[in-house]
């Protein structure tokens, strides 16, 4: 009798064990089917951001549209002048988040090329040797140095009390076309990278880098050149300032261009491209396709050479032309990242490949010595 009922307890519990573990398992299960999955949830978050742009843009427009016609315009400039240099920069951190996307669907680890981790920038590491991290991203404020002149004319603004549309055009006025920090605001980006080069060539005393440095340092003359139109006689800007701001700009648009090709993607000189037979690391649709990158170098030339007009501070009353070539050339930036970043990409895999085999070999001779060894 006490084996029986030894025997009945022992069922009942493993009865129940598995009863509770095919509860466990359904419930499981009914937890994974009532959780979304990660892609439909970060769809439905950018649905909810742009059904609330939408919503902004709307009740904005119709309060604008309830004014006058003069008032509507003068608003408009207005909201323009103060506002779309923060529309730049949201839309160069979406178009970074659209790269990253693409990385990670591409299996490009971006996190190795980048060195993201959490020492890269503290008090220590940050004097230590530059990473490529750190030349990618000054190479970007390069492509937003207008955005940064068009940002701090409106905080000039805000501070001074002045409106826009009228302190552009006074000729003493601290926030006006005329003002000393245009020009030093535009090319701080530029001595940034330039020093960032002179400090690669202190640590690798490689010669490529003082090139670098020389392609960065054409860009100070075209913007000081322009900014002088506004502190010389008209005769002198016609006969003798404006020649020289022409032909530097011409020179920084023809240097920048040959290193994008040559350096940063490594396409010598128009002599690879066209041997591009299969696709590459991005996607099968575009890399490796020969018309991609004729696209590729031909709008860069062309959007290299109209950046200059944006550097350029007597262009900039022509507000909506220069806006647009913001745009462009954060397009340019956009696509330039891509093969910038492919070409690193290519250059880690292949040291990474050299090592391997020197290993192999280094192993293949010490297993030969052995062998000899024990044949002696």
């Not at 009942?12 to 089917?33: C, I, P, R, W, Y």
């Not at 109209?306 to 220069?322: G, I, Q």
Request: with cysteine; net charge neutral.
């Amino acid at each position: 009798m006490l084996g029986d009922e030894v025997g009945n307890d022992v069922e009942e519990d493993f009865l129940q064990t598995e009863a509770n573990g095919v509860k466990n398992s359904s419930t499981t299960m009914s937890t994974v089917d009532i959780m979304p999955s990660p892609v439909l949830l970060w769809r439905f978050k950018v649905l909810l951001f742009f059904i609330w742009g939408f919503i902004c843009c709307k009740v904005g427009w119709d309060s604008v549209m309830r004014m006058s016609a003069d008032l509507r315009d003068l608003f408009l400039y207005e909201a323009f002048l103060y506002y779309n240099p923060l529309l730049l920069v949201t839309m160069m951190v979406w178009l970074w988040g659209v790269n990253l996307w693409v990385f990670a669907q591409s299996n490009v680890n971006y996190v190795k090329i980048f060195d993201l981790d959490q020492d890269h920038l503290t008090h220590r590491e940050v004097w230590k040797a530059i990473s490529f991290s750190d030349f990618f991203l000054a190479d970007i404020l390069t492509s937003m140095a207008k955005v940064f002149s068009d940002l701090e004319r409106s905080v000039c603004r805000m501070v001074h009390r002045q409106v826009a549309t009228i302190a552009w055009f006074e000729a003493d006025s601290v926030c006006g076309s005329h003002s000393v920090a245009i020009p030093l605001v535009l090319v701080l980006p530029y001595l940034f990278r330039l020093f960032q080069c002179l400090r690669q060539y202190k640590d690798t005393r490689e010669k490529t880098a003082l090139f670098n440095a020389l392609k960065y340092s054409t860009a100070v003359p075209v913007i000081f050149l322009s900014a002088l139109k506004y502190h010389v006689l008209p005769g002198s800007w016609t006969n003798f300032y404006r020649p020289l701001w022409l032909l530097s700009s011409v020179l920084n648009s023809l240097y920048s261009f040959y290193w994008d090709i040559t350096r940063d993607w490594d396409l010598s000189c128009f002599t690879r491209i066209f041997k591009f037979n299969r696709p590459h690391l991005c996607s099968y649709l575009f890399h490796g396709r020969r018309w991609v990158y004729v696209w590729v170098i031909g709008s860069n030339l062309i959007l290299r050479c109209t950046w200059t007009y944006k550097l350029s501070a007597h262009l900039r009353h022509n507000y909506l032309t220069v806006f647009a070539i913001t745009v462009l050339e954060m397009l340019r930036r956009f696509q330039w990242a891509f093969f910038r970043v492919e070409n690193e990409w290519n250059k880690m895999n292949s040291k990474s490949n050299i090592q391997l085999s020197e290993k192999d070999n280094t192993n293949e001779e010490a297993q030969s010595l052995i062998s000899n060894d024990h044949n002696v």
